[in-house]
């Protein structure tokens, strides 16, 4: 099992910043990938940035250039830097760690936080 404690929603300004941070504490695998998703009300869940035991990055095109996605080790703590921010990123931020098995993955979401865009 993996738990995941989510932290760093509110609410902001357009044109605002905030830090989600997501710590991961249990069985962590050594080949595994940590993401961020939303969902907005009557919206579906996407696919907001990932990253992966390697380092590697990948951002939604809606977010390029303004939320970075980066990971302490250390700390087994992903952040999502979320800059310049719009009303239409409202929405609960979920983070999700998956491990890779030899066989299977294994899925694990944290609770979400509500961030809220508005003047």
């Known amino acids: 099992q993996v738990q995941l404690v989510e932290s760093g929603g509110g609410l902001v300004q357009p044109g605002g910043s905030l830090r989600l941070s997501c710590a991961a504490s249990?069985?962590?695998?050594?080949?595994?990938?940590e993401g961020w998703y939303r969902q907005a009300p009557g919206k579906e869940r996407e696919l907001v940035a990932t990253?992966?035991?390697?380092?590697?990055?990948n951002h939604a095109d809606s977010v390029k250039g303004r939320f970075t996605i980066s990971r302490d080790n250390a700390r087994n703590t992903m952040y999502l830097q979320m800059n310049s921010l719009k009303p239409e990123d409202t929405a609960v931020y979920y983070c999700?760690?998956?491990?890779?098995?030899?066989?299977?993955?294994?899925?694990?979401w944290g609770q979400g936080t509500q961030v809220t865009v508005s003047s």
């Open positions: 999700k760690h998956t491990n890779i098995g030899q066989f299977y993955e294994y899925n694990y």
């Open positions: 249990g069985n962590i695998f050594s080949i595994h990938t």
């Open positions: 990253i992966s035991s390697s380092g590697d990055r």
